[in-house]
C-alpha cells in the first residue's frame, strides 16, 4: 500500500531525507522511529503530498504520488503530529468540514460521524466547542478527523506526544483497530516503548537515512543478544580505549569526559573485569546501568548517541 524508492528532500545544503526506501502492506503497522529531525514528519510530508521529493518515488495504494497525486491521496488519511482542528467549532461541526474536504454528504457523513464518536469515546462532547477539550480530547477527535473516510492508508505523525497515559493507552488501541481492519498504518514515533509494543515492522532513521529495519525480533537479533552497560563519572577517552582493549569481545559505543557506554554478552558476569580495566585507566565510576537488548540498545549501537539525544 505504501512503496518508497530511494527518496530524497533537499532543502538548501540540508539533506532532510537521504535515500529512504521501504514498503508498508495493509493491515500492517510500520513504525518509523528516530529522534526528533531525524527525517519523519518531511517523509511522511512527502508521501502525503505535501512536499515534492527532490528524487525518489512514491506510491500510494499502486499510485505514484508526483504523476497522479489526487487519485493516491483519496486512498490517504493523515493525522499531523500538530492538532489540525478548529476549535471554535464542535466536534460535528470538525467532522462536517473533513468530511466533506473528502467527498462525505448527507447520510453517509451522519452515519460516519456517529460511528467515529463512538468509537473515539467523544459521543457526550460532540456539540461543545473543541476549545473546551482536554488535550487528550483533542488528539482523539484529531485522529477521528483522519479516520473519519475510512482511507485506505493512514499517516500518523507522534499522534501521542503531549498526551496523558489514559489517553495514550486509548489512542494505540484505536491505532491497532484499523490496522485490524485491513488499514495499512504509517506511524512515526521517538518512543521505544510504542514501537515495540504496537508496530509490526520498525524502521530506524536518523539524520536522514534508515540505518535498521525488520521485525522486532530481527532488529533484536542484529545486537546477538548483547547487552549495553553505561556508566557515568570521570574519564579519559584515549587511557579508557586503551584499558579496554585488554578485555576481548567488549565493544566500545561511546566514551566522553562523564559517560562511557558498552555492549558485550553476560555483562553482569564480566563486570568485575571491566571495573579493573577502567581504574587501570584512570577512570572514576560513580554510576552504572545494564540494559538488556532493546531497541534503544541498537539505536546506542549504530548511532553512538541515546535515541532522546
Known sequence: MIEVENLRKVFGELAAVDGVSFTARPGEIYGLLGPNGAGKTTTISCISGLL??????VRVAGRDVARD???????LGVVPQEVALYEDLT??????????????RGAALRQRTQEVLDLTGLADRSREPVRRFSGGMKRRLNFACGILHQPKVLLLDEPTVGVDPQSRVRLLDLVRAQARAG??????THYMEEAENLCDRIAIIDRGRIIAQGTLAELRALLAEREVVRFSGQFAPERVRAALQALTDVELLQVEAAQLTLSLAEASRRLPAIFAALAEGGAEVRDTTLSQPSLESLFIKLTGKELRE
Open 52 to 57: 515534492t521529493p527532490t528524487s525518489g518515488h
Open 69 to 75: 497525486g489526487a487519485e493516491a491521496r483519496r486512498a
Open 91 to 104: 466536534a460535528r461541526e470538525n467532522f462536517e468540514y473533513w468530511g466533506g474536504a473528502q467527498g462525505l
Open 183 to 188: 488499514t495499512c498504518v504509517l506511524y512515526t
